[in-house]
């Protein structure tokens, strides 16, 4: 594994889905989602929504972004949650750990109040698993690489690419 | 910064598409997007001013499919080239697995790339990145115009870690899939 690169496993992937399933339905979200701060989805659950998530993940990393130098700018080290709120959908975005957004999407079925209070219980949850997490992965990265991506990996990445991209 | 889920089993890489303004960044990824099976592709988001120029940044998922029962995905990133606009390049260098470095081939240009590729490196450096650390691979692009700086020449001044090259003319696709094509396998060989 390349240092620096983060892998998500089993038992924490799961630990996530349990808090996220939690927030969503203390708070009556729509759906929540997590997200790397570099724009890569993590994990969504609730109502599929009805637009592309991969993008919705890079801009949202990318809104969180901006408004991070907008916040350095006016004197703050960071802006840790950002709310956008529109006539029937709103978005609640929250940085945890420094290196992943808690992005909650709401209707008016529930209020701002509300779904600031469950994230930021959610918030600590999930600061617990992803501490762990990154632990752990300090201590894999001294390792070589996982046994499932090998060499056979690389070869059939490969020829996968030479098949679809191409003129 | 590659992300692999073993749970979900699904890999993602980010590779940035960096260069001075109007090198053809914007060009490799829509005639990626043009070229590739629909069910490859997701869809491609271009933050741009009112004159098509790139404000934020383009992006474009791509999806390799199930290597070895992980589903792979590439999500292709362009800076904006003008200058003043580093604040947003350096936000999106953020977590890159792979750089393609796309030059301006023109003599008037020659400049400018060198100032993109200066640019880069301390926008790197910032992250505590470095390019020998991120696989990275040139392209030399527009060379279907009159007034061009020879390869050897590029080869010299923007390249002497001899990172692999192509020669390109973007807009007809030419090195295009090439450029790409390395770059994705770079990215994943440092993972396997």
Redesign the interface.
């Known amino acids: ?2 240092k ?7 038992e ?3 630990a996530i889905n349990q808090i996220l399933q939690s927030l969503m339905r203390s708070a009556s979200a729509r759906s929540v989602m997590l997200i ?8 969504s659950i609730g109502e599929p929504p009805g637009f ?1 998530v ?2 919705f993940s ?2 949202a990393a ?1 809104d969180f ?2 408004n991070a ?1 907008l916040a350095e700018m006016v004197g703050e080290s960071d802006f840790s949650t950002l709310v956008h709120q529109g006539t029937k959908e709103s978005l609640f975005l929250q940085v945890i750990a420094g290196r992943v957004i808690l992005v909650v999407l709401f209707d008016r079925k529930t209020s701002l109040g509300l779904v600031r209070l469950k994230a930021r219980r959610a918030s600590d949850d999930l600061m617990n698993v992803l501490e762990r997490l990154f632990e752990k992965l300090q201590y894999r990265n001294e390792e070589v ?2 046994p ?7 070869a ?3 020829s ?3 098949s ?4 | ?8 089993r699904e ?2 890489c ?1 590779i940035v598409y960096y260069g001075p303004g109007l090198c053809g960044k914007t060009t490799n990824l829509q005639h ?1 997007y043009s ?3 629909q069910e ?1 592709r ?2 491609m ?1 271009s ?1 741009a001013t009112e004159m098509d120029r790139t404000l ?2 383009d ?1 474009l ?1 791509l999806e ?2 199930q ?4 589903r ?2 590439f ?1 292709l ?1 362009t800076v904006p080239g003008q200058v003043y606009y580093n ?2 390049r350096k ?2 260098l ?2 890159v ?1 792979g750089i393609v470095f796309v030059a301006d081939s023109q003599i008037d240009r020659f400049e400018a790339n060198i100032e993109s590729l200066m640019n880069m490196h301390d926008n790197l450096a910032e992250h505590g990145l470095s390019e020998e650390k991120i696989p990275l691979v040139m392209q030399y692009n527009k060379r279907d115009l009159p007034r061009i700086v020879s390869v050897t020449d590029l080869e010299k001044e923007l390249n002497p870690q001899n990172h692999p090259y192509f020669e390109a003319v973007a807009f007809r ?1 030419n090195g ?2 090439d450029t ?2 390395l770059s ?2 770079l990215v ?5």
């Open positions: 594994m390349v620096g690169n983060w892998a998500l496993f089993e924490d992937f799961w790397d701060k570099t724009g890569q989805l993590i994990n592309d991969t993008s890079s801009l990318a972004a901006a130098q690489a996982p499932s991506l090998g060499a056979d990996f690389a059939e990445a490969e996968e690419i030479d679809l991209f191409r003129d | 910064m590659s992300l692999i889920n073993y749970s979900s890999i993602n980010k990626i070229r590739v099976p490859t997701g869809k988001i933050l934020f940044f992006f998922p390799l499919g290597i070895r029962g992980f792979t995905r999500h990133y604040a947003s936000l999106i953020k977590g697995d696709g295009v899939f790409l094509k994705c396998k994943l060989k440092q993972l396997g």
